[in-house]
């Protein structure tokens, strides 16, 4: 495997979604390319620390109050049938 | 909990309890989606509320095919992209082609152990803002929902209206982006 088709395939290795002879050709490459592994690596970094911070909510006073509106506008359509 | 199609039937009666559960359940995800997107807390939780007013309004004639989640996520990521082109009509939202070539790696440098060594929580949170504002819309969309929200390549592809293929192509995009982005910054303290 080339490092142009590692590259194309880094996202598929690395959600485990290549047969085994490509996940082995893929293996083979990374024990040897330096540059390969630390892009593999890195990419990993970057999807831990996404999934670490992303967990965001809505600020509670602002969720109490969209929650207050939702729910007004959710028991009114009852009202009106 | 609710099955799906429990809490479907308990909407429609206008259960109290149903709306929390779905309040709880969802809010805070189309949220996430919506201000990744528009990067504008007051414009995403204005989605949020277009989009559980239209699910309201849908109730009657919601089939069930989709589930609840994947239908509220996808009428919100309509709502964002609206607004989207509404704010800045001249840009083009897709000038990144799915089928151009993946541009090769610049930053080779390891800096894996930088943010936890030398970078307060506040800051890592500062790079990976600064770094995926940077991201077109149509790959942040699916980066944001596999990666985030941690849905499937279906689910994404079925919210964003694009094929399972174009789905993958995107994510591997975003993430060779983000992580160039992050090296940039990174990098130089490694
Ligand atoms: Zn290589």
New binding site residues.
């Given amino acids: 495997m080339t490092?142009e088709e590692?590259l194309q395939y880094l996202s598929d290795y690395i959600d485990q979604n290549l047969d085994e002879e490509l996940t082995a050709a893929a293996q083979e490459?990374l024990a040897t390319?330096h540059?390969?592994r630390v892009v593999l690596d890195t990419t990993q970094q970057t999807i831990s620390l996404f999934r670490e911070q992303g967990k965001r909510t809505i600020p509670t006073l602002r969720r109490q109050r969209l929650f207050d509106q939702l729910q007004d506008a959710f028991l009114q359509a009852e009202a009106d049938c | 909990m609710y099955s799906e199609q429990e809490l479907v039937t308990t909407l429609r009666r206008r259960d109290p309890d149903a709306f929390t559960f779905l309040f709880e359940s969802y809010s805070d995800k189309v949220y996430r989606l919506a201000a990744g997107l528009l990067e504008d807390d007051m414009e995403a939780e204005g989605v949020v509320q277009e989009s559980f007013l239209r699910l309201f309004e849908r109730l009657d004639r919601f089939e069930g095919r989709a589930k609840i989640s994947t239908w509220l996520y996808r009428v919100a990521y309509n709502a964002a992209m609206d607004r989207l082109r509404q704010r800045r009509p001249t840009m083009m939202l897709d000038f990144a082609a799915d089928d151009d070539d993946i541009p090769a790696p610049v930053i080779l440098a390891d800096w894996r152990d930088v943010p936890e060594r030398l970078l307060t929580e506040a800051e890592i949170k500062a790079e990976l803002d600064k770094a995926i504002t940077a991201l077109p819309e149509k790959h942040k969309a699916v980066f944001i929902l596999r990666e985030i929200e941690g849905l499937s390549t279906q689910e994404t592809a079925d919210i964003t209206g694009i094929s399972i293929s174009a789905a993958k192509v995107r994510l591997h995009r975003a993430r060779l982006f983000l992580r160039e982005r992050l090296a940039e910054s990174l990098a130089q303290h490694a």
């Fill in positions: 490092c590692l490459h390319c540059n390969c």
